[in-house]
């Protein structure tokens, strides 16, 4: 199976703080997205990545895949309570449009 | 203007009892899914349809059955409902285009099923 694992599961920080969420794989994937999902409502995309060794900025979050395409990351600098959520990876193979996604990391920011 | 909407938002029902969720979207996407939120936030996709015709059936019981009456509208009927289907339901819809496009989802808000 195309597992996605996410660590950590569970993070609780304070405004301000720095946090990097890991999303791994056995698997070579041709792309990966994260989303954002809150309560009550349905993941929204954040970014896409699909270049190994590629990084992608948004605002105070950066993004990176792997060189072999199996992982990524997300970095939050200086977090605010507004970034509390499910962070989701999803990672696609070839050019289906079939997406798998990861276990998920339940953040809670704290003022 | 909303542009992945499901109706009910919250459907609470008895074991056994066949109920239905509804979802359409209005980005003009050929391809359409759905998906399963379990209670420990697990999304796993259950069905694709991409211009009306099925296109992922993953191992989901054969009491679910998808209906795409048109590509703007992907409906999902369970029969029997049994106390394992109480989870979040999810549609979203995909354009399909370059790599990068065609795989970025777009949710609906959900369909939050509780079964007694």
């Known amino acids: 199976t195309q597992l996605l694992e996410q660590s950590p599961q569970f993070l609780s920080i304070q405004e301000g703080e720095n946090l990097t969420v890991y999303c791994n794989s056995s698997s070579v994937f041709s792309s990966l997205q994260w989303y954002r999902q809150e309560p009550g409502e349905g993941p929204v995309l954040l970014v896409t990545?699909?270049?190994?060794?590629e990084v992608k900025k948004l605002k105070r979050l950066t993004f990176q895949f792997g060189d072999a395409r199996k992982d990524s990351s997300l970095h939050i600098t200086a977090a605010q309570p507004g970034d509390t959520g499910l962070y989701l990876c999803?990672?696609?193979?070839?050019?289906?449009?079939?997406?798998?996604f990861g276990t998920g990391t339940r953040l809670q920011v704290t003022l | 203007d909303t542009a992945v909407s499901q109706t009910p938002k919250y459907l609470v029902t008895q074991m056994g009892n066949d109920k239905s969720i509804k979802c359409e979207q209005n980005l003009g996407h050929d391809t359409m899914y759905w998906y399963k939120q379990d209670s420990k936030k697990f999304l796993k996709i259950m069905f694709s349809?991409?211009?009306?015709?099925?296109?992922i059936n993953e191992t989901v019981p054969n009491r679910f059955s998808p209906k795409s009456p048109d590509k703007a509208h992907l409906n999902l009927h369970i029969n029997s409902l049994e106390l394992g289907d109480s989870a979040v339901y999810f549609c979203?819809?995909?354009?399909?285009?370059?790599?990068?496009?065609?795989?970025?989802?777009?949710f609906g808000p959900g369909t939050r099923l509780t079964v007694l």
């Open positions: 979203a819809s995909s354009q399909p285009g370059t790599a990068q496009l065609k795989n970025t989802q777009y």
């Open positions: 990545v699909v270049t190994g060794g």
């Open positions: 349809y991409n211009n009306k015709e099925l296109i």
């Open positions: 999803a990672g696609a193979r070839g050019t289906a449009s079939k997406l798998t």
